[in-house]
């Protein structure tokens, strides 16, 4: 829960270029920083996992995710 936590649901003061972003956020794995319920819940698990399918291959990541 904690590297959830410090990856996902806290901004860095060092990534805050436009606005604060995660570790997740700046690495494209995420869009959005997630919030207590979704990572107790997992809410958004699927959608990391297929960003992370999509950086992989080396394809584009569709908007929709």
């Known amino acids: 829960l904690y590297f959830m936590h410090y990856n996902f649901?806290?901004?860095h003061?060092?990534?805050a270029n436009p606005y604060p972003r995660t570790p997740a956020m700046a690495s494209?794995?995420?869009n959005h920083v997630w919030t207590t319920?979704?990572?107790v819940f997992?809410?958004?698990v699927v959608t990391c996992e297929l960003r992370l399918f999509y950086?992989?291959?080396g394809g584009n990541i569709p908007?929709?995710?």
């Open 9 to 11: 649901a806290r901004p």
């Open 13 to 15: 003061k060092s990534l």
């Open 28 to 30: 494209g794995i995420s």
């Open 37 to 39: 319920e979704e990572i």
């Open 42 to 44: 997992g809410q958004s």
């Open 55 to 57: 950086l992989g291959a």
């Open 63 to 65: 908007r929709s995710l």
